[in-house]
């Protein structure tokens, strides 16, 4: 099984729906990234959160909002959808341990969810 | 943290080695070097990350710059899968934010 599962994988909706994206992750990690990424681009993320009550906007999160129901659950709602969100949207973990003194957390990533907004 | 250039595309046939650059002049002392790559339809994965001293593992070798102002992934021997965009990314390794700053990466395209 999956450790950083995404769902839906693939959806379409029309502007100004309201969609949730949402991601589990069975690796115990504490944080966790909701990122995008367009086409023939590199991702850009949109918002994190370290823990349960820990929740931070990231570069691009103008149109998002995020909720961290618990530990291994992190949800990214798009309020009202706009073509322009259309987009490749990735959940990544990590965890917060330090190694050798360092925070060095590598980070897994979801399968992705292709969403398309009309 | 600093920025990376990698260039846009690299050809490879397969099962010869690849030598994937990346330069980061603006690199800070506290800066780790990272690689991720993309398969096609995949989320990133991590391949490898270094600081000043040269690293292998099973996936991959980077070498760095004395300097530290550039460094290379190294595929000793390229295979079909190993086609992706790779990315280079610089993290400081004092930054509890744990954030990855992808930019465009290198695509690479492996020849049978």
């Known amino acids: 099984d999956a450790d950083v599962t995404q769902t839906p994988r693939n959806r379409i909706t029309k502007t100004g729906k309201r969609i949730m994206l949402e991601c589990s992750q069975t690796?115990?990690?504490?944080?966790m990234y909701w990122y995008r990424q367009d086409p023939g681009l590199g991702l850009r993320l949109i918002y994190y959160?370290?823990?349960?009550?820990?929740?931070n906007k990231g570069e691009i999160s103008d149109g998002y909002s995020v909720s961290r129901q618990a530990q291994a659950k992190f949800s990214l709602s798009l309020e009202s959808a706009i073509p322009n969100q259309t987009a490749l949207y990735f959940c990544?973990?990590?965890?917060?341990?330090?190694?050798?003194?360092?925070?060095?957390?590598?980070?897994?990533f979801g399968p992705g969810t292709r969403l398309t907004v009309l | 943290d600093a920025k990376t250039t990698q260039p846009n595309s690299m050809e490879s046939n397969e099962e010869e080695p690849v030598h994937l650059p990346c330069n980061h002049s603006?690199?800070?002392?506290?800066?780790?070097i990272h690689w991720y790559r993309q398969l096609p339809s995949q989320g990133p994965e991590y391949v490898i990350h270094?600081?000043?001293s040269n690293v292998n593992n099973r996936m991959a070798s980077l070498a760095i710059a004395e300097d530290r102002k550039s460094s290379t992934l190294i595929l000793h021997r390229a295979t079909l899968r190993d086609a992706a965009v790779y990315y280079c990314?610089?993290?400081?390794?004092?930054?509890?934010?744990?954030?990855?700053?992808f930019g465009g990466g290198t695509r690479l395209m492996v020849k049978p």
């Open positions: 990544a973990t990590s965890d917060s341990l330090k190694r050798d003194r360092v925070t060095y957390n590598e980070q897994f």
């Open positions: 690796k115990g990690h504490d944080r």
């Open positions: 959160s370290f823990d349960v009550k820990d929740i």
């Open positions: 603006t690199i800070s002392g506290t800066d780790y």
């Open positions: 270094g600081l000043t």
């Open positions: 990314i610089l993290r400081d390794f004092g930054n509890a934010g744990n954030m990855l700053t």
